[in-house]
């Protein structure tokens, strides 16, 4: 019996010494092409301090849960909207919230406010870096039958 130790098997029926013998210098080039392209696409998805470069947006996190006002029940609204405008800071949190706008004025502002700076966010990483986001705005809007809002997606 032949000894194959240390040998691949070739398609012909013959063996290699290595297995990449049979690779040619166009496939061997691709080869490597493919290991760098996923070596780059692993080093941006990875957390800062990591190997490779990290650019990557906010996302939010934790959003919470709000209630429609009794107050605005007892008054008889069932549909109001509040426009938010805050920061996240480069440790995910909500920073400098306030009310752009809402209607009807003043009446749901306050669980707006509530809700929106409960949400926690990952930041966005630039150079593998956190950055702070500034000026995003989202609409809360309040339904009686269906409290319903935008949670914030990256642009």
Same mark, same amino acid.
């Given at each position: ?36 392209? +996923?070596?780059?696409?692993? @080093? =941006? ?5 990591? #190997? !490779? $470069? ?5 996302? %939010? ?11 605005a029940k007892d +008054?008889?609204?069932?549909? @109001? =909207?509040v426009v938010v405008?805050?920061? #996240? !800071? $480069? ?5 400098? %919230? ?13 669980? +707006? ?43």
């Amino acid at each position: 019996m032949t000894n194959l130790q240390g040998r691949e098997p070739r398609l012909s029926g013959g063996y290699y010494r290595n297995p990449y013998d049979c690779l040619n210098g166009a496939t061997i080039r691709f080869v490597r092409r493919v290991i760098l392209i +996923a070596a780059l696409a692993i @080093g =941006s998805v990875l957390p800062s301090g990591c #190997i !490779g $470069v990290s650019n990557q947006p906010w996302s %939010l996190v934790q959003s919470g849960s709000y209630e429609f006002p009794q107050e605005a029940k007892d +008054a008889g609204y069932t549909l @109001g =909207s509040v426009v938010v405008e805050y920061d #996240i !800071g $480069v440790d995910g949190i909500v920073k400098n %919230l306030s009310v752009v706008s809402s209607d009807p004025a003043d009446v749901f502002d306050a669980e +707006a406010l509530r809700f929106v700076s409960e949400w926690r966010f990952r930041p966005a990483y630039q150079k593998g870096k956190p950055v702070a986001t500034e000026g995003l705005q989202s609409t809360i809007t309040f339904k009686l039958e269906d409290e319903d809002f935008d949670l914030p997606v990256p642009d």
